[in-house]
């Protein structure tokens, strides 16, 4: 009989071993699971991001004239050597690997490392198959080793054509920022292309290793596209242990351990994202289990046996009810962080967006600066010849008319002081009642100077009635002023320059208009002339905002800016803002 019970104990425990184990088994397998599909989603979105944040470059940076000129005149040195300095300029500041140009035979003739000894200028690159994908549909991206460089990196590519002239504008990423964070983390994640072939790893050992053996064909096309140039991946030994079922992969991890993995497709590359975790942990918490209701087993007998096991699963239940509560308190404040951090960038984004005005202003200003430093130096000059003059003259009538002279001047430099130290002010984001003809005459005592060095006056019909809107006088000061430094600059060296300023009402709108007879602009820059970075002027002057922002100010206002324009005839630019009465009506 003793041996019977010892027996069926024995049984009993045996029973209960296995059946924990496989149980905590399973469930560990399933935990892992999750943790491991919540940490390809995270990296898969880290990786799109870090993509996304590049890929407008190429169709911006293709966009500017010194690129169509150097696609239309690749013979030029001075178009090329401007297009390089552009291209240099460009991706320093967007902080990308490489920016090149190619044209429709897929030869470098420009590149923003063309002062390196790994310059791009002068290769051909028609092999690569982003240059094909992009003269085909206009875009194209592949990862691989560059055969200039001997780097690795991902290539962005977009088709541009400028008339009948087409070429394609390529930047080129570094990814290995992201291998080295998941090195320094110690985490097993890794991508591979669409030949399964590891090119991103934060285990060093899977890197340019396939997952499992290569076709004859697949090795051919790498080899030709040279793909990963200096690399033997055809020696290479394949990474899978032994393929499971979907989405689930057995990798080597250090030593003798194995790996479980899980992995997710990045869709627009076919790229493999594959992220995977120790199952030597996996293995000794199920052993634990087993091994606990052994003992379990053991001491239990008949209904004490059952009372165990129903207390057990309750206490489990509590442990998975407590723990999606922590879970859900982490996720809520996972989210209030989410939600702190988008207001701090709203909040970065409006300032950044205030400097950027600012610095548009003090630009204006440093336009003519030159022109206000002859403006002030005139009227010390003659102060200084005709204070001289009255210390020197023995008649009082004589000295008094000097000393009145003199107060000309200084109340002129005073004026003009005036006018500098208000414009160059920060305004705070406060409306006020502002009158556009006054707004008109301070923008023109502003840009006095700059017009006397350019032999240009400008002429100034004000409104008779009254031209009252609701806006920042210092703002829309701006605007006038960037205005009328655009037609003095387009009609400097005219032999009839003129430049004119109007103002008027139209009932429920009051505009101010800037116009001159300038060479005009072309049907296809007119509609794009207000892009941020879009110039049409060959000097270089500026980046390109002025029009940009004064069109974000008056917009901030309520208004519009209009612009016509025929190429021969001048240009005029309409700023048009909602009249003040019109507001009061509306608000009543």
Not at 116 to 130: L, Q
Not at 164 to 185: H, N, R
Not at 354 to 382: C, D, N
Request: charge should be neutral; glycine fraction near 8%; hydrophobic fraction near 45%.
């Amino acid at each position: 009989m003793t041996r019977r019970v010892f027996a069926l104990i024995g049984a009993i425990a045996i029973m209960a071993a296995a059946s924990a184990f496989a149980v905590a088994y399973r469930a560990g397998l399933a935990a892992m699971d999750a943790e491991l599909e919540q940490s390809l989603i995270l990296t898969r979105r880290a990786i799109e991001t870090e993509i996304e944040r590049f890929r407008a470059l190429p169709d911006v940076a293709g966009e500017d004239v010194r690129i169509g000129r150097a696609l239309r005149m690749p013979g030029s040195e001075t178009t090329i050597e401007a297009a390089n300095r552009y291209l240099e300029t460009i991706n320093r500041r967007a902080g990308a690997t490489d920016l090149y140009l190619l044209d429709a035979a897929g030869n470098a003739i420009a590149a923003s490392n063309w002062a390196t000894d790994k310059s791009f200028v002068g290769n051909n690159y028609a092999f690569r198959p982003y240059f094909s994908n992009a003269m085909t549909t206009g875009r194209g991206r592949f990862y691989a080793i560059g055969v200039t460089t001997g780097k690795p990196g991902y290539f962005l590519a977009t088709r541009i054509g400028f008339g009948e002239t087409q070429g394609v504008m390529v930047v080129k990423i570094d990814l290995k920022p992201m291998e080295a964070t998941w090195k320094s983390a110690g985490v097993a994640t890794a991508i591979a292309d669409r030949d399964g072939i590891v090119f991103l790893s934060g285990v060093p050992d899977w890197l340019y290793r396939p997952l499992s053996a290569l076709s004859d064909d697949a090795l051919n096309r790498l080899k030709r596209l040279r793909t990963y140039d200096g690399v033997d991946i055809a020696g290479a030994d394949h990474l899978l242990i032994d393929p499971r079922d979907a989405g689930t992969l057995l990798l080597p991890g250090a030593g003798d351990a194995a790996l479980r993995g899980k992995s997710t497709t990045i869709e627009a590359d076919g790229w493999q994202l594959i992220s995977a975790k120790p199952l030597v942990p996996v293995i000794v918490s199920a052993l634990m289990w087993a091994f606990g209701a052994a003992l379990v087993a053991t001491a239990a007998t008949g209904l004490v046996m059952i009372v165990n096991q129903r207390r057990q699963l309750i206490q489990l239940r509590l442990r998975q009810g407590v723990l999606l509560e922590a879970r859900v308190a982490e996720r809520t404040r996972e989210l209030a962080q989410e939600v702190e951090a988008r207001r701090k960038t709203e909040a970065d984004l409006r300032a950044a967006q205030e400097s950027l005005v600012h610095t548009e202003k003090m630009a204006a200003l440093g336009r003519m600066s030159a022109a206000i430093v002859h403006e002030m130096s005139q009227p010390l000059a003659a102060l200084e010849a005709t204070l001289a003059a009255a210390e020197m003259s023995g008649d009082a009538e004589k000295t008094k008319t000097r000393i009145g002279r003199a107060r000309n001047l200084i109340l002129r430099m005073q004026r003009t002081t005036k006018h500098l130290k208000s414009f160059s002010r920060k305004e705070q984001n406060l409306r006020s009642l502002t009158d556009l003809n006054k707004v008109a005459e301070n923008a023109l005592d502003l840009v006095e100077p700059r017009s006397k060095s350019t032999a240009v006056d400008p002429v100034f019909a004000p409104s008779a009635d009254a031209v009252l809107a609701m806006a920042g006088p210092v703002r829309l000061e701006q605007v006038c002023l960037n205005l009328l430094l655009n037609a003095l600059d387009a009609v400097e060296g005219r032999e009839d320059a003129r430049v004119s300023v109007e103002t008027g009402n139209d009932g429920a709108l009051v505009w101010l208009a800037v116009a001159d007879n300038g060479p005009g602009i072309a049907p296809d820059d007119v509609v794009r002339i207000t892009e941020p970075f879009y110039s049409t002027k060959i000097g270089g002057e500026g980046l390109g905002l002025g029009l940009s922002i004064s069109q974000a100010i008056v917009t901030e206002f309520g208004g519009r800016l209009e612009i016509a324009s025929r190429p021969g005839e001048g240009t005029r630019v309409t700023v048009r803002l909602p009249a003040a009465a019109a507001l009061g009506e509306a608000a009543e």
